[in-house]
């Protein structure tokens, strides 16, 4: 009698440690599960830029930039200008500019097309004022900037860049000298634009931002005797590549 008691007290054990040891990955597996849910619960209240190492909000910029502008085929120009920023948050800023140009020969550039008429011409055959278009001699705007983009990237996989992409729409006035109708006489004029952008920006520190920015100018360009009376004939949409440099104060 004691033999079967022996035995069964020995089955209920081996039972006993059979379902524990079935029961306890399934214990495991809810309790890793109840964990990972608590914690992802939490983590979806979190900005997803939480910890951004590099931060603008509320701070002002100043900064230079030089670039390239094309324009009518007759020349092109290599703007220099200043500009400053006010950012209200690290997504959206305000930025106020202004470019010159008017140097012949050192920031505007005849085109190919117009050494080519000089020569062939003469200057009794083709004046580079009157005989072509708009020649731009400074500009100024304001512009909004809404930066949606942030992110890192591994240069030479040994240090690690922070940059973000932005966009930019604004207004501003434009310095041209215009010839007129006729293609008699030409004088100093200020028309108004529209201002439409795309930027990359890169943090070298917190202070200080390498920009790439591209801005195209929509306006109404000169009347010629080939667009009178036009609207959409007189449009122009002149695109500026600029490299700059900005100071966070």
């Known amino acids: ?12 054990l081996v039972i006993a440690a059979v379902g524990l040891m079935w029961s306890s990955p399934a214990l495991a597996q809810e309790s890793l599960d109840d964990e990972l849910e608590q914690y992802w619960a939490t ?32 020349f092109y120009y290599f703007p220099v200008g200043l500009r400053g920023t006010y950012h ?3 997504n959206f800023g305000v930025e106020a500019g202004g470019a010159f140009m008017n140097a012949p020969g050192v920031l505007t550039h005849n085109s190919e097309l117009t050494d080519f008429l000089e020569n062939y011409l003469g200057e009794a ?14 500009r100024a705007n304001a512009v909004a900037m809404w930066s949606p983009f942030y992110g890192k990237l591994a240069a030479l996989q040994q240090k690690l860049v922070h940059f973000d ?3 930019a729409a604004g207004l501003g006035v434009l310095g041209v000298e215009r010839p007129d109708l006729a ?14 952008g795309l930027g990359a920006h890169f943090f ?20 010629l005797p080939t667009n009178e009376g036009e609207f959409f004939g007189r449009l122009n949409f002149p695109m500026e590549f600029n490299l700059g440099a900005t100071y966070l104060f």
Do not use: C
């Not at 004088?187 to 201002?195: C, D, G, L, N």
């Open 183 to 196: 293609r008699e006489n030409v004088e100093s004029t200020v028309i108004p634009e529209v201002v439409l």
């Open 43 to 74: 983590e979806r209240e979190m900005d997803v830029l939480q910890n951004r190492l590099f931060v603008r909000e509320g701070r002002f910029g100043a900064g230079l930039f030089t670039g390239l502008l094309s324009s009518e085929p007759f």
């Open 88 to 90: 209200l948050s690290n």
């Open 165 to 167: 992409l932005n966009f």
């Open 204 to 223: 070298v520190t917190p202070d200080i931002v390498v920009r790439l920015d591209g801005r195209g100018f929509l306006h109404m360009g000169a009347e």
């Open 1 to 12: 009698m004691k033999i079967v008691t022996n035995k069964l007290s020995l089955a209920a």
């Open 125 to 138: 055959g083709f004046n580079s004022g009157t005989h072509t278009s708009d020649r731009y001699l400074w």
